[in-house]
């Protein structure tokens, strides 16, 4: 069971700067550009997502990397598409098969929860940061930390994605709870660590 974490004074703070970076660069892009960078990384998770038959996601937030592109792709080559719902804002979610059509308890669109629970091969994981061993720096709340490990011990592939200033160089401080990503995907390229 994965509480919910405590506030580190680090964690905080590096969350803060990472998440002014990330803004920051998302508005210094106008839409051709930012359009473009999407479609970039969408071309670099091609081969994980042609290897993939369920593949979850998310909804982007308004700084985050959209994955739609690359989810669009693997929806015509007939890829299972799946994103996080939750039930309530307290309960870890589960990934549901189908098209976000309802709003969840965190400003992000969600699947009908009538749709199909289904368990990934390949996750698409939203993030603040990432450092260069694959520890993920999130919103805080824990909710991936939840769902995570349980997919990486069914042998799904969890692949971060963000711009390229969300790659730090600093070593974010991981908790016992924290499941390491397998690899980092941005418009410039994928990282694999594992």
Same mark, same amino acid.
């Given at each position: 069971?994965?509480?919910?974490?405590?506030?580190?004074?680090?964690?905080?703070? $590096?969350?803060? =700067? &990472?998440?002014?970076?990330?803004?920051? /660069?998302? *508005?210094?892009?106008?839409?051709?550009?930012?359009?473009?960078? *999407?479609?970039?990384?969408?071309?670099?998770?091609?081969?994980?997502?042609? @290897?993939?038959?369920?593949?979850?996601?998310?909804?982007?937030?308004?700084? *985050?990397?959209?994955?739609?592109? &690359?989810? &669009?792709?693997? &929806?015509?080559?007939?890829?299972?598409?799946? /994103?996080?719902a939750f039930v309530a804002a307290h309960l870890p979610f589960r990934f549901l098969a189908g098209d976000p059509v309802e709003p969840g308890p965190f400003f992000a669109m969600q699947p009908a929860l009538t749709a199909n629970e289904v368990f990934p091969d390949l996750v698409l994981v939203p993030l603040v940061a990432i450092?260069?061993?694959?520890?993920?720096?999130?919103?805080?709340?824990?909710?991936?930390?939840?769902?995570?490990?349980?997919?990486?011990?069914?042998?799904? $592939? $969890?692949?971060?994605?963000?711009?390229?200033?969300?790659?730090?160089? *600093?070593?974010?401080?991981?908790?016992?709870?924290?499941?390491? $990503?397998?690899? /980092?995907?941005?418009? =410039?390229?994928?990282?694999?660590? @594992?």
């Amino acid at each position: 069971m994965v509480p919910s974490p405590p506030i580190s004074a680090d964690k905080v703070l $590096l969350r803060r =700067q &990472a998440r002014t970076r990330r803004r920051d /660069f998302v *508005e210094s892009l106008d839409v051709e550009t930012r359009a473009a960078l *999407e479609t970039d990384l969408a071309r670099h998770l091609a081969p994980s997502i042609e @290897r993939s038959r369920v593949i979850g996601a998310y909804c982007p937030l308004a700084d *985050e990397i959209s994955p739609l592109p &690359a989810l &669009a792709a693997a &929806a015509s080559r007939g890829s299972t598409i799946a /994103f996080p719902a939750f039930v309530a804002a307290h309960l870890p979610f589960r990934f549901l098969a189908g098209d976000p059509v309802e709003p969840g308890p965190f400003f992000a669109m969600q699947p009908a929860l009538t749709a199909n629970e289904v368990f990934p091969d390949l996750v698409l994981v939203p993030l603040v940061a990432i450092d260069r061993a694959g520890t993920r720096l999130g919103q805080g709340k824990g909710h991936y930390d939840r769902v995570l490990g349980d997919l990486k011990r069914r042998g799904a $592939l $969890l692949i971060g994605l963000g711009w390229a200033v969300q790659l730090i160089d *600093e070593m974010i401080s991981a908790d016992p709870w924290d499941v390491p $990503l397998d690899g /980092f995907a941005s418009p =410039q390229g994928v990282l694999m660590w @594992r």
